[in-house]
């Protein structure tokens, strides 16, 4: 959208995007903390809370505004995992393809 439509990225667009993240990454770090609250071998609330402002400050420099939180990245197997791009359904090449079955299928009364 910024590419397209660069006046609408305006200065309260920014803050609000900025707010957007911020919001995220705290209800992303709650979830954490419920889920990772009694302790998980390798994988702290911490570190979950820093990766997640890492990647809020690596979306932040995408759009070209500053980054939010200057945290580095605690887990870097992640960078393996990294968000793949998202792209237009049709215009995806396809990659799988489902087998058909032969046969014939029945269907008794109780079904």
């Known amino acids: 959208m910024r590419e397209e439509e660069p006046d609408l990225f305006d200065a309260e667009m920014a803050a609000q995007v900025r707010q957007m993240l911020i919001d995220g990454v705290d209800a992303e770090a709650q979830f954490a903390q419920d889920l990772l609250g009694g302790g ?53 090449k396809v990659s799988a393809y489902q087998v058909g079955v032969t046969g014939s299928v029945g269907f008794d009364e109780d079904f």
């Open 40 to 92: 998980v071998a390798g994988l702290s609330v911490a570190d979950m809370r820093s990766y997640l402002e890492h990647v809020a400050d690596r979306r932040m420099q995408r759009l070209g505004l500053e980054p939010i939180y200057g945290s580095s990245n605690p887990l870097a197997f992640m960078e393996l995992q990294d968000v793949p791009e998202l792209s237009n359904f049709f215009e995806r």
